[in-house]
């Protein structure tokens, strides 16, 4: 069974502090590895798609990194607006069933 | 932004009654999905369609059943609302050359 679970739940950091979210994932067939952005009251907003081990992506502040067990999205000196919850999900054979994990919740204290 | 509106925004109902979600989207896609979230569970697909008429079960179908008759609009129903379905409803569509998924901004639904 395919299955995506994110850690930490929830992290805060003090602004200019690096660190790290993990997504751990079991697909079948990895055919892309997504994370997303999700602020307050909003829907889910697109950031990286990852579709081999070894791969990196970097926007801004952020790296995603991709393993065949894993993937890491790197922040790099965050800023209070790079505060949201930040989702992982996987898309195994086909792209008709995306799924996702439960997310993690960043705050970046001023 | 992806041209995708969800209606209603909020919604109260009580247990029992018929609710419909409606997804509109102007982006011409073939592929369109109606997840729900809830704290601990994260995104879980509820239906999804493939074009019109053409859906399929997710992961969370009991209870729902969806309707497409036109390649802009998905609609999501609860026949019989129940306190289990208060949730926040998504709909998206989908880019299937890369499998991004662009959402719209959300419908609360309170079932009491």
């Known amino acids: 069974e395919d299955q995506v679970t994110q850690s930490p739940e929830a992290l805060r950091l003090q602004e200019g502090e690096s660190s790290s979210l993990n997504c751990s994932y079991t697909?079948?067939?990895?055919?892309?590895l997504f994370w997303y952005r999700q602020d307050p009251g909003k829907g889910p907003e697109f950031l990286f798609t990852l579709y081999s081990a070894g791969e990196e992506k970097e926007k801004e502040r952020l790296k995603a990194t991709l393993t065949k067990k894993e993937s890491f999205l790197h922040i790099t000196a965050p800023k209070p607006e790079d505060s949201a919850t930040y989702l992982c999900a996987v898309s195994g054979t086909s792209y008709d069933k995306v799924i996702f994990g439960p997310g993690t919740s960043l705050s970046v204290i001023p | 932004d992806a041209g995708i509106t969800q209606s209603p925004r909020h919604k109260v109902t009580e247990t029992g009654t018929p609710v419909t979600l409606r997804c509109h989207q102007t982006e011409n896609h073939r592929y369109m999905y109606w997840y729900r979230q809830d704290p601990g569970h994260g995104l879980r697909l509820i239906h999804y369609?493939?074009?019109?008429?053409?859906?399929d079960k997710g992961e969370v179908s009991d209870g729902y059943s969806v309707s497409r008759s036109k390649t802009e609009d998905f609609l999501l129903t609860l026949e019989s609302a129940t306190s289990s379905q208060t949730s926040v409803y998504f709909c998206?569509?989908?880019?299937?050359?890369?499998?991004?998924?662009?959402f719209g901004e959300g419908s609360r639904l309170t079932v009491l």
């Open positions: 697909v079948s067939g990895l055919r892309g």
């Open positions: 998206a569509i989908s880019d299937r050359n890369t499998g991004e998924l662009f």
């Open positions: 369609s493939y074009g019109v008429k053409d859906t």
